[in-house]
């Protein structure tokens, strides 16, 4: 399956360089892949994962690996009392194939606040946040590749060389200082559900 490289922030196709409200997709049958993932291509022009690139349409078994992202989780939004409008809307969704939406599961955010959101100033955090993210998913590729390329399913479990090759479970702290106002932290799941079910003020 190919790939290209993400030179830019998927944003740039999107309509304002998705920076101006666009709303909610159509849930349409509740299906990535045939409701609010088409809607969602079609209100931003996407095709492939914003991740890694590889193109979500070009044939049967690529469109099965389609799902749809939240930038900033809904989970850490709600934790820094961001309004539904913006997290929900289309500015802070993404396409994005089921590996690299599997990735980055844990991490801590450390963040400065607005003292009133807006459309502009979410869009500087889903950017940040967008880019950090991006990052990290391309290391956790990295090593699963590395793990591939042991061709694991002709080894014991146990073997040495897999052993070396298991994967960090290490929380992540993405520090956010471009935003004003007081920090505060949230350790949230990629679930959307907080950590520990509270915002710790810093």
Not at 47 to 52: N, Q
Not at 97 to 121: H, I, K, M, Q
Not at 145 to 171: I, K, M, N
Not at 173 to 194: C, F, K, Q
């Amino acid at each position: 399956m190919s790939r290209k490289k993400i030179e830019v922030l998927p944003f740039a196709s999107f309509p304002h360089g998705g920076r101006r409200l666009l709303g909610r997709p159509k849930m349409g049958n509740g299906s990535s892949r045939s409701g609010y993932g088409l809607s969602l291509r079609r209100m931003t022009h996407q095709t492939v994962c914003a991740y890694c690139g590889l193109d979500l349409f070009g044939d049967y078994h690529r469109w099965l690996l389609l799902q749809v992202d939240h930038v900033v989780p809904a989970g850490v939004a709600r934790g820094l009392e961001i309004p539904a409008k913006f997290y929900e809307d289309a500015i802070n969704l993404v396409l994005a194939c089921a590996g690299c939406n599997g990735f980055d599961n844990r991490y801590t955010y450390t963040v400065s606040l607005p003292r009133e959101w807006s459309a502009e100033n979410f869009a500087d955090l889903r950017d940040i946040v967008f880019a950090e993210r991006a990052k990290r998913i391309d290391i956790r590729r990295a090593q699963e590749l590395a793990v591939f390329e042991l061709a694991p399913w002709s080894r014991d479990v146990d073997d040495p060389q897999l052993s070396d090759h298991r994967l960090p479970e290490a929380t992540t702290v993405l520090d956010i200082t471009e935003l004003e106002n007081s920090p505060a932290r949230v350790e949230v799941e990629r679930s959307g559900h907080p950590a520990h079910g509270q915002l710790e003020h810093l």
